[in-house]
């Protein structure tokens, strides 16, 4: 006999946790005094990393608050697990700022609107996500010098979008939710309703910039020709080839145990797929400096070529470490922080890249690493938030909050967390008033780094 409950009492739970946690206190955010100094939490990730890049990674978050925002999840993380929650658990993004929902390919050869980024993916809370974005889109705005008036609005637009989505998919069937996405073609008939001809213009632009950062124009950018061969070209510290980076023998070991990684890799690609990597072959390797917090872990590209010199592949080997909201979350059924990344990404996308997977590897000091890898560009294009106007953030915000809410309705019950929402405004509104609190903390933590840096305890440096 089926003992699952039924729809109608999923949403009972739902709205029955109202009086357990009501969605006005999601607005709650306070300080304590057992609250960790945020340059430590920030020191201790460091000391995992590159030591050489550890600077250039504090010179990133010091450039503004929203770009110390996007390195410090691990702080938020270690505040959001002190904020109110309704045990309702999901597959989280773990970093679902606004920078990391982008336009990507689906192996189809579509352009889509999807969450990027989850290197800190893992099941949790899923009121964390919401306000990571929630905050993300404050911070944004005060660096763009909207008024508190039209931040709270966009943020209570993020907020309205997830609401509404969550209880849209609680009505749908199973593989609808499953099968939904953001198809940009989609989108921009969407869009061009709303908008005047310069704002179509704009989109379509977009659009067609983010087709032609695929393959061959990383390829064409990033490397060099030279006597029948093609090398990764110097530019350093962000793209530093294995040739410039250690003496000879170790450069020759280094480089068969990344061929060994891509090989073995492999084997976590569906068969078709693995098929289809066993097609290229490795011909060179560089170190990469990727994002703002990632800035300091292990990254290498990786240079193949299929039947000859004008047939590349680009795939992009990153170091997966622990999730920073594992202290909070618990570690989640994976041990492998590859597995882990490419497991909840895989969850949480509509439409995955083929080539994503994972492996372990021991590096040439001896260490044990986890790596996920997959293609380093595949029509990846990104909304820069310092250039939205008020508007444009604010249809953006609507287009993140509606993504986000199908993430977490693929694995968590989309039904008590929509009963839960309701139709009123009450979340929205404490969480407009949750992000501007926020924003007030990650202004003095980012001022806190800066002073770090003065007094010589941190260094900093520009790339």
């Known amino acids: 006999m089926d003992s699952a409950p039924t729809p109608q009492e999923r949403a009972e739970q739902g709205r029955a946790l109202r009086s357990e946690v009501p969605r006005s206190v999601h607005a709650e955010f306070g300080v304590t005094a057992a609250r960790e100094d945020p340059v430590d939490i920030i020191e201790r990730q460091s000391a995992l990393r590159v030591p050489e890049l550890v600077p250039l990674r504090y010179g990133r978050m010091l450039e503004s608050p929203f770009r110390f925002y996007r390195g410090a999840a691990a702080i938020m993380a270690a505040d959001l697990a002190a904020t109110p929650s309704t045990g309702l658990r999901t597959q989280l993004c773990g970093d679902a700022h606004l920078l990391n929902f982008r336009l990507l390919a689906s192996p189809e050869r579509h352009l889509m609107f999807d969450i990027n980024d989850f290197d800190e993916t893992l099941p949790g809370p899923w009121e964390w996500d919401v306000k990571r974005l929630a905050a993300s889109f404050a911070i944004a705005g005060r660096g763009n010098g909207f008024p508190e008036k039209v931040r709270t609005g966009i943020v209570r637009a993020a907020c309205a979008s997830y609401r509404e989505q969550m209880r849209r998919y609680a009505d749908l069937r199973t593989l ?8 940009m073609a989609d989108v921009e008939a969407e869009e061009a309703e709303q908008l005047d001809g310069r704002g179509r213009a704009a989109l379509s632009r977009t659009i067609a910039e983010a087709r032609t950062r695929d393959t061959v124009q990383a390829y064409r950018k990033l490397t060099r020709r030279s006597g029948g061969q093609v090398r990764f070209a110097a530019d350093p510290p962000l793209i530093v080839p294995l040739d410039d980076l250690m003496p000879d023998i170790e450069r020759d070991q280094l480089m068969d145990q990344i061929r060994r990684l891509v090989e073995n890799y492999g084997r976590t690609l569906r068969s078709d797929h693995r098929r289809l990597l066993e097609q290229y072959r490795v011909v060179d390797v560089a170190r990469k400096v990727v994002g703002v917090g990632s800035v300091g872990t292990r990254c290498w590209v990786v240079l193949l070529v299929g039947k000859d010199l004008d047939d590349p592949l680009l795939l992009q080997a990153k170091e997966a470490d622990e999730s920073v909201l594992a202290p909070y979350a618990g570690p989640g059924p994976h041990t492998h922080q590859g597995e882990r990344v490419v497991a909840g990404q895989r969850l ?21 690493r986890d790596f996920y890898l997959r293609q380093l560009r595949d029509w990846k294009g990104i909304m820069p938030a310092d250039a939205m106007v008020p508007t444009g953030m604010r249809r953006f915000a609507v287009r993140c909050g509606a993504t986000l809410a199908r993430a977490h309705a693929r694995s968590g019950d989309r039904i008590a967390i929509g009963a839960y929402l309701g139709r009123s405004t009450v979340f929205d509104e404490a969480l407009a008033r949750f992000a501007e609190r926020y924003a007030d903390r990650n202004e ?10 003065r007094e010589g305890r941190v260094t900093a440096a520009s790339s």
């Open 176 to 183: 609808e939710v499953w099968y939904a996405h953001a198809d």
């Open 348 to 368: 949480m996308q509509a439409a995955g890249d083929i080539f994503l997977g994972w492996e372990r590897t021991t590096g040439i000091d001896g260490r044990q």
């Open 444 to 453: 003095l933590d980012h001022q806190a780094l800066g002073e770090a840096v």
